[in-house]
T-cell receptor
Framework: DGGITQSPKYLFRKEGQNVTLSCEQN?????MYWYRQDPGQGLRLIYY???????QKGDIAEGYSVSREKKESFPLTVTSAQKNPTAFYLC???????????FGPGTRLLVL | GENVEQHPSTLSVQEGDSAVIKCTYS??????FPWYKQELGKRPQLIID?????GEKKDQRIAVTLNKTAKHFSLHITETQPEDSAVYFC????????????FGKGTKLSVKP
């Protein structure tokens, strides 16, 4: 999982602001995922992409958007429509769907 | 869709004792069951996984068992050490959710020296 990077480590969002979280992998994985983790909760799937130029909504996609223009990159935008964005955001990748997922180090998003 | 229940939510053991964490899943089509360990503020890391064609898998002090009929799987840690203290997550995939992982809510394991 050392081949997956996320930036920034901490991100502060003001009211009404869109912010973008970066996720990059050099593992040549086809599939990439975004999860949200709240205290005392498991990981909830926001969006996933099984191949370049294609992505699907997960369980909690409202207020978020993604793109997958390159195999290595899967950025997540937290829009102003997401009213409770404070959480730990984890990106993951796997060779293919149903294969082992490896996680990035995470981005902690806080609201000012 | 798939639903994964994990118990207990917290577990405290003495160093050297064994720890067992159990998960149940709802989708009989699920066929891949990983376990992740997450230390405070860090990323989840895979510690062991099992596929549905195997009933048990062991790696040193860690083992996972799978009962497909009952739709439950368990993590067993023997000879626990303080560095085993962390939150452990089970997950299931391969069912109707396009193979995406569905996670349990986690078990916070504390190993007291």
């Amino acid at each position: 999982d050392g081949g997956i990077t996320q930036s920034p480590k901490y991100l502060f969002r003001k009211e009404g602001q869109n912010v973008t979280l970066s996720c990059e992998q050099n593992l040549n994985h086809d599939a990439m995922y975004w999860y949200r983790q709240d205290p005392g909760q498991g990981l909830r799937l926001i969006y996933y992409s099984q191949i370049v130029n294609d992505f699907q909504k997960g369980d909690i996609a409202e207020g978020y958007s993604v793109s997958r223009e390159k195999k290595e990159s899967f950025p997540l935008t937290v829009t102003s429509a997401q009213k409770n964005p404070t959480a730990f955001y984890l990106c993951a990748s796997s060779m293919r769907s149903q294969e082992t997922q490896y996680f990035g180090p995470g981005t902690r998003l806080l609201v000012l | 869709g798939e639903n994964v229940e994990q118990h207990p939510s917290t577990l405290s053991v003495q160093e050297g004792d064994s720890a067992v964490i159990k998960c149940t899943y709802s989708d009989s089509a699920s066929n891949y069951f990983p376990w992740y360990k997450q230390e405070l503020g860090k990323r989840p890391q895979l510690i062991i996984d099992i596929r549905s064609n195997v009933g048990e898998k062991k790696d040193q002090r860690i083992a996972v068992t799978l009962n497909k009929t009952a739709k439950h799987f368990s993590l067993h840690i023997t000879e626990t050490q303080p560095e085993d203290s962390a939150v452990y997550f089970c997950a299931a995939s391969g069912g109707g959710s396009q193979g995406n992982l569905i996670f349990g809510k986690g078990t916070k394991l504390s190993v007291k020296p």
